[in-house]
């Protein structure tokens, strides 16, 4: 670890040999190992040490910007000087107004010495406990385990400075036999949070009832989607249309709805990236503390994240939400939190008359940014549900569907929510949502 | 640089590994971005480092660091071996590698105009005159136009006795017109969508592009698309422009000839292959005039290079050979499985990954058609083109792609504008069903620079050579409008 005084002194030289009127540097310092398994062995296993200085050189209006790995003073001043020779060669951003000025910023606990010091023995130990679950019920196990640890540092010429150490481990499983698959992940900055044993026994259970899918004809059916899948229609609208650069551009599903309906009244999305029960840092890559920010309340279109310049440019403050690099693709929720409700994915099952049930969607990607259309296939568990149970395993789909006009239609929300990557998010059950192809498993 | 190589090899043979091989990478990096008349992005990257891969006890371990130093290589390389040892204590299969001559030079790839040595100022005044252009079309609200430039030079040493230093220079550039109206965006771009094209090459390529003289061409398209009607739903004969048909090789045939993919290892992640290796020299992947090979060898292919990043050298392999699924590409630890020596497709994004089977060039042997011709003999069709979005099921079957535009093609003549075009089908289904393809005049190689695979999750550069192409019975049009708006 470098810790905070040395990783603060480090930046403070980087914006002392600055000739720009305006500097900002930014360090992130860390070590990450990641243990990767397949066909119910270890195949991959890996540990880096890397780091990056960043700095966001301004000369009036021209904007230049430089990273380096290499963090001996040489280097350092190298990269403040490569930031200022690009902004003087660059052309006058009208739009850009100042870099953000200091605002206090919360100081949270991120870091966990157990998680940063999980070692490669653990790891392997952890995998050979969830290969063992796989065995057990016929399965072939895949996966990987992660841990490691981040110091973030920031600081600019008008005096904002911060710095946050936090670590991260994560859990991925696909268990596979007989033709089922079943998947499970889990995330957090305490490894002590989860157990592998109960994600590889989730997966395993799921990979034996997903055993001989049989085919369905496409079409429209009801659904109930497990947070894994609700997950990826949560962060396709936050990618999409909820940061502001995207309003900016018209090219938001928000643009000209604020105050309307655009979705059912029973979905309430917001950003809070203090809340422990994501996965909390207290500001974000320019220093600015994190701001919860209510994007949709009760179905109506409420607000946008910001970053200083996207904020600036309309006489705003940041909400803290910036994305770090040179700040071309703008601000974006990374907390995002949904509402849960007061059902469960066995009362939705019990509800469903003829639906589907998707545990987890595969290589979704965009159709159309505004009216939200995106297509993407199901995968490691989908079911049929009939007369309110579960009564097959069924072949993979391929849905083409409005995420907007999908959660205009949800009936049930649970009340467990799962945390992942970017999102804290419930399980749902949707009325009418569009199957337009089928593959072969 | 040699004796840091030496120490990290004499340092695993003496902790036991049975295999080593060290990179050492150093990468530079410049882009420029361009949004409606600002300069939103000049940015400058480097970065150094090196990774030790190891093979203990029957098993992989890997370990990298950013600090290029005795005592930082002496710590990694012990780590490594630790890793490798962790992972045996799961049971295993040991690991086996097909054998591969040592190899021992100096390589690099030869550039007309060293993309480093352009004065900046030069290089944002072509992307500033695109914009103009873009921007005189009152309906284009957004106009990008991007240039990325990358040298990466890398030596690997093992403990076999291979030293290779070899060093890339890559260019790439495209322009982007969004038009914008009530609930409506459209895109056209140049010379292809997501970034543009990019090879192995200098500024020259850059320059080859002529992006001021496509600007207000594309941003023209853009702005019709917001007045085209949407793409119909209907089973037509469809034709493919270059780098849709590029994107259409990489997802459907690119990825399911990964032969780590195939036995599993990326099982959790990207998925696994319908291509299993029962299949080889026996399944009918595509109609008897598809051909088609890696090339690690093609001249400015963007997946070109002289030795794979485990010291095997590029090879050009066959994949599909009149239409019949004949091979894939192979690391030496896959192509042992399989009795075969390694086709050299081991790739590491960078000095911190672990290399892994990646594309190279992906090729379609051009035909002997032109697209006029296609065009000509088709009835009733679509011609569609440039990447909208891109989607496959994870064993490379089932894809759906969205194209920026399409246009009717009625009694062999374009016709009607169509706007949100999307087609589908099942990859053997559909190449199955190629019936023309241009020839070498309109063949192309082109770059894409945004290949994602592994955990963590490496960003691969590779090529894919192709000619238009024409495939019958295609499924187009699946978007449907929802409920009370009006596509």
């Known amino acids: 670890m470098l810790g905070r005084n040395r990783a603060l002194a480090m930046l403070h030289r980087a914006i002392e040999c600055s000739a720009a009127d305006m500097t900002q540097a930014t360090l992130d ?74 605002k206090p910023v919360p100081t949270i606990d991120t870091y966990d010495e157990r998680t940063a010091a999980y070692s490669p023995e653990d790891r392997a130990g952890a995998v050979a406990g969830m290969i063992a679950e796989a065995r057990r019920v016929g399965a072939s196990a895949a996966g990987s385990l992660s841990n490691g640890y981040q110091e973030s540092a920031v600081v600019n010429s008008l005096g904002v400075e911060a710095y946050n150490a936090l670590t991260m481990a994560d859990l991925t499983t696909v268990m596979s036999g007989d033709g089922g698959h079943g998947y499970a992940d889990r995330i957090s900055q305490r490894i002590g949070d989860f157990d592998p044993i109960e994600a590889a026994v989730e997966a395993a259970t799921r990979s034996v009832r997903s055993r001989s899918p049989e085919p369905i004809e496409p079409g429209e059916y009801d659904v109930v989607l497990l947070p894994y899948a609700v997950v990826e229609l949560v962060e396709f609208l936050a990618y999409l249309g909820l940061g502001a650069l995207a309003v900016q551009e018209g090219r938001s599903f928000m643009c000209g709805k604020f105050g309307q309906r655009i979705t059912g009244e029973k979905i309430t999305i917001w950003d809070d990236g203090l809340d422990p029960r994501g996965l909390p840092r207290p500001s974000d890559p320019e220093g600015v503390p994190k701001q919860r920010v209510d994007l949709i309340v009760n179905g109506v279109a409420n607000a946008v994240v910001y970053d200083s310049y996207t904020a600036y440019k309309e006489g705003k403050e940041s909400t803290g939400h910036a994305i770090g690099g040179a700040g071309a693709y703008g601000p974006m929720p990374v907390n995002v939190f949904m509402r849960p409700g007061g059902s469960s994915v066995e009362e939705m099952i019990a509800s469903t008359k003829k639906g589907i049930l998707v545990t987890r969607f595969h290589y979704t990607n965009v159709i159309h940014p505004v009216l939200t259309v995106i297509t993407g296939m199901t995968r490691d568990g989908t079911f049929l549900i009939e007369n309110g149970k579960i009564t097959k395993p069924l072949r993979n789909l391929r849905f083409t569907d409005s995420i907007l006009e999908r959660l205009s239609n949800v009936e049930l929300i649970s009340r467990e929510t799962k945390r992942q990557a970017w999102a804290v998010v419930p399980a749902i059950k949707a009325r009418a949502f569009r199957f337009t192809g089928v593959t072969e498993f | ?74 710590r990694v390389a012990g780590l490594a071996v630790r890793i490798a040892r962790a992972s045996a204590q799961v049971a295993h299969e040991p690991v086996k590698l097909a054998p591969v ?39 284009i609200k957004v106009a990008r136009s991007s240039m990325n430039f990358r040298r990466t030079e890398t030596i690997f040493a093992s403990t076999e006795g291979s030293y290779i230093e070899q060093i890339k220079t890559e260019s790439g550039a495209g322009i982007e017109a969004t038009a914008v109206a009530e609930g409506e965006v459209q895109k056209r771009s140049h010379p292809a969508s997501f970034r543009g094209d990019f090879a192995a090459a200098g500024y020259e390529f850059v320059e080859a592009m002529d992006l001021a003289g496509n600007a207000e061409r594309i941003a023209k398209e853009a702005a019709q698309l917001l007045k085209a009607p949407q793409c119909p739903s209907d089973v037509r004969t469809l034709i493919l422009e270059g780098s849709m048909l590029a994107l259409q090789i990489h997802e459907s045939c690119g990825h399911p000839i990964e032969l780590d993919r195939v036995f599993g290892t990326e099982a959790s992640y990207a998925g696994t292959s319908f291509l299993t290796p029962d299949k080889l020299d026996d399944f009918r992947y595509g109609s008897d005039i598809v051909n088609i090979v890696a090339d690690a060898t093609a001249p400015g292919g963007l997946g070109s290079f002289f030795f794979d990043d485990e010291g095997v050298p590029a090879q050009r392999v066959d994949i599909v050979k009149d239409g019949v699924f004949v091979g894939y590409l192979t690391s030496r630890e896959t192509a042992e499985k399989l009795g075969r020596r390694s086709g050299g497709a081991m790739r590491a994004d960078g000095w911190n990954r672990i290399p892994l089977i990646r594309m190279t060039n992906i090729n379609l042997d051009p035909g002997d058609w032109t697209l006029d011709e296609m065009i000509e003999d088709t009835e009733r069709g679509l011609y ?56 070498e005049d309109e063949w192309h190689l082109w770059g894409l620079p945004n290949c994602g695979k592994g955990e963590p999750v490496q960003t691969m550069h590779v090529g894919h050579g192709v000619a238009p192409a024409r495939f019958r019975n295609v499924r187009i049009g699946v978007m449907e409008a929802p409920e009370g708006e009006d596509v």
């Not at chain 1, 991959?44 to 910007?65: C, F, M």
């Not at chain 2, 050492?24 to 409606?36: A, D, F, G, L, Y």
């Not at chain 2, 004065?119 to 873009?134: G, S």
């Not at chain 2, 079957?397 to 706007?419: C, H, P, R, W």
């Open chain 1, 29 to 102: 310092i860390g070590e990450s190992n990641l243990t990767r398994f397949a066909n119910s062995m270890i195949h991959q296993n890996v540990s880096e040490r890397n780091a990056q200085i960043a700095v966001k050189a301004a000369i009036g209006k021209r904007i230049g910007y430089a990273t380096t790995n290499r963090l001996d003073d040489q280097s350092v001043e190298a990269v403040v000087s490569k930031a200022v020779e690009f902004a003087r060669h660059s052309q006058e951003n009208p739009d850009f107004v100042s870099l953000p000025a200091p």
């Open chain 2, 1 to 74: 640089m040699r004796d840091l190589t030496e120490k990290a090899l004499e340092k695993v043979r003496e902790l036991g590994a049975s295999y080593g091989d060290i990179r050492i990478v150093r990468r530079t990096s410049e882009s420029i971005e361009v949004k409606n008349g600002k300069v939103e992005g000049l940015t400058s990257e480097t970065d150094e480092g090196f990774g030790i891969r190891v093979i203990a006890d029957g098993s992989w371990g890997f370990a990298g660091s950013l600090t290029v130093e005795p005592d930082e290589i002496e």
């Open chain 2, 101 to 139: 001559e040592t190899a021992e030079g100096s390589f690099e790839f030869d550039v007309q105009k060293d993309p480093f040595e352009i004065p900046i100022e030069e290089k944002i005044k072509l992307l500033l005159d695109a914009d103009r252009l873009m921007r005189q079309i009152p309906e």
């Open chain 2, 384 to 439: 569609a083109e440039m990447v909208g979005s891109w989607s496959i099921d994870d064993k490379r079957l089932n894809f759906q792609f969205a194209t920026e535009v399409a246009y009717d093609i009625e009694d062999g003549s374009l016709g009607q504008m169509y706007k949100n075009p999307t087609y589908t089908g099942i990859t053997y289904e559909f190449w199955g069903n190629c019936d023309a393809i241009a020839g």
